[in-house]
């Protein structure tokens, strides 16, 4: 975590103590090339996390079309006269 007081920033750590407190720690003063480290940083996990995201939402979107599809083919079998068992064709038996 970074704090700025004036010109300065300053770099604390925040731990969880056993009794389930939160303790924070100073770690100290950054230089300029330090605090465009860590701007870079949280710019770079944001966008993973942001792609993370997209990822789950097309996996969502391609769940839904894979079923749509089956459905699909389990219908056109059935105006055929076939149905899918077990990943085999089958004809229906009329009778």
């Known amino acids: ?3 700025q007081k004036g010109k300065s920033v300053y770099q604390y750590k925040s731990i ?3 009794d ?3 303790k924070t720690l100073y770690e100290g003063k950054l230089s ?4 465009q480290e860590h701007h870079k940083r949280k710019e770079e996990q944001a966008l993973r996390k942001q792609h993370q995201q997209e990822i789950a939402s097309l ?3 391609l769940d ?3 079923a749509v599809n089956d459905l699909l083919i389990r219908a056109g079998l ?3 006269n ?3 068992r077990r990943s085999e064709i089958r004809r229906i038996k009329n009778g």
């Open 1 to 3: 975590m970074l704090v």
């Open 16 to 18: 969880r103590e056993e």
């Open 20 to 22: 389930g407190g939160i």
């Open 32 to 35: 300029p090339q330090q605090i």
């Open 59 to 61: 996996r969502g979107a």
């Open 64 to 66: 839904e079309v894979r």
């Open 78 to 80: 059935l105006v055929n």
């Open 82 to 84: 076939n149905y899918l």
